[in-house]
């Protein structure tokens, strides 16, 4: 099939993923999963987070683990940092791409990263102008976009506001994250559409997590909506260790399965993925959430069982 569009698939399990997990895994681990991806097509990683060790002690080894990986001229590693001292670090130890969290709401914005959301965009301010003179990408992404645990509905009038806000450094993208797990799709249309209206020159990302179910039921209403990009991590590991009750990120082999057969190329070899969900359950010592594992790709390899 000829000119399928793409959708760019933006790995997310090194960071959004194992942040969560009970299990530490060893540096050599997270090398591991970032090769594996890398072999099964991904070329947008988030890597790791440049944050205090003690806030995140998943995340302490970001500088050693960034020594590991390999080096690819076409494979873009991004750090998520919370604020200058974290730009400083994330730079200095490689990253290609930075991403920053500013969450739409104070309380969340607070307990994420200790100060309130007018503190974050001025700290992003900084951040994307250093960035620019780095020639570093620099994306923005804007937290809790759908709903806050702490402050409940959030107005899509916020969301343009602080959208508004953060634009005015033109970034090289702009990522709407259902935080929590609470939208639905109407709402993820909706929400696009009015970002749209305040920041129509910048690419926009989304990231869904499954909390509800309701995750890549959004991530379609994304990609009807226009968007080219969605986070993803394998095997739907992930969640927030500063979000009650919040859940994985939407499998990266759930996902891919469903964009192929809507039509959609990613670049993403998903009997790999599925090898990849496999190992993972593997050393993290429990299954994952994603269904491609457990059901198989469709038609073609089969994760398991007799050929
Ligand atoms: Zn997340």
């Known amino acids: 099939m000829l000119n399928r569009p793409h959708i760019e698939v933006v790995e997310v399990?090194?960071?959004?993923?194992?942040?969560?997990?009970?299990?530490?895994?060893?540096?050599?681990?997270?090398?591991?999963?970032?090769?594996?991806?890398?072999d099964a097509g991904v070329r947008r990683i988030e890597v790791t987070s440049f944050v205090h060790p003690k806030r995140v002690p998943q995340m302490a080894d970001a500088e050693a683990l960034m020594k590991l990986l390999p080096q690819?001229?076409?494979v873009s590693y991004i750090g998520l940092v919370?604020?200058?001292?974290?730009?400083?670090?994330?730079?200095?130890?490689?990253?290609?791409?930075?991403?920053?969290?500013?969450?739409?709401?104070?309380?969340?914005?607070?307990?994420?990263?200790?100060?309130?959301?007018?503190?974050?965009v001025d700290d992003w301010f900084a951040i994307a102008e250093q960035a620019k003179r780095d020639g570093i990408r620099a994306g923005v992404t804007l937290s809790?976009?759908?709903?806050?645990p702490f402050e409940g509905e959030v107005a899509p009038t916020r969301v343009q506001d602080i959208a508004r806000r953060v634009v005015a450094v033109e970034p090289d993208e702009l990522a709407l994250a259902d935080s929590i797990g609470?939208?639905?799709?109407a709402e993820v249309?909706?929400?696009?559409?009015?970002?749209?209206?305040?920041?129509?020159?910048?690419?926009?990302?989304?990231?869904?997590h499954n909390t509800r179910n309701t995750?890549?039921?959004?991530?379609?209403?994304?990609?009807?909506?226009?968007?080219?990009?969605?986070?993803?991590?394998?095997?739907?590991?992930?969640?927030?260790?500063?979000?009650?009750?919040?859940?994985g990120n939407i499998p990266t082999d759930d996902l891919v399965y469903l964009l192929h057969r809507s039509g959609f190329d990613t670049g993403l070899d998903l009997d790999q993925i599925i090898r990849?969900?496999?190992?993972?359950?593997?050393?993290?010592?429990?299954?994952?959430?994603?269904?491609?594992?457990?059901a198989g790709n469709f038609p073609g390899e089969v994760a398991s069982g007799p050929h």
């Open 215 to 247: 995750g890549l039921a959004n991530a379609f209403a994304a990609v009807e909506a226009g968007v080219r990009a969605l986070d993803a991590s394998i095997g739907g590991i992930g969640g927030c260790p500063f979000a009650p009750a919040a859940t």
């Open 82 to 120: 919370l604020n200058q001292r974290g730009y400083d670090r994330a730079v200095a130890a490689g990253v290609d791409e930075i991403t920053m969290p500013v969450v739409v709401t104070d309380t969340y914005n607070q307990r994420n990263q200790g100060v309130p959301t007018q503190q974050s």
């Open 144 to 148: 809790a976009a759908f709903g806050c």
């Open 72 to 74: 690819r001229e076409d």
């Open 182 to 185: 609470v939208a639905a799709p």
């Open 276 to 294: 990849i969900s496999g190992w993972l359950a593997d050393v993290l010592h429990h299954d994952v959430p994603a269904m491609l594992p457990k």
């Open 189 to 208: 249309s909706r929400l696009i559409e009015a970002v749209r209206d305040v920041a129509s020159g910048t690419p926009l990302r989304c990231h869904f």
């Open 13 to 38: 399990s090194p960071r959004d993923g194992l942040q969560s997990e009970a299990e530490v895994l060893p540096t050599e681990q997270k090398a591991a999963l970032i090769a594996r991806a890398i």
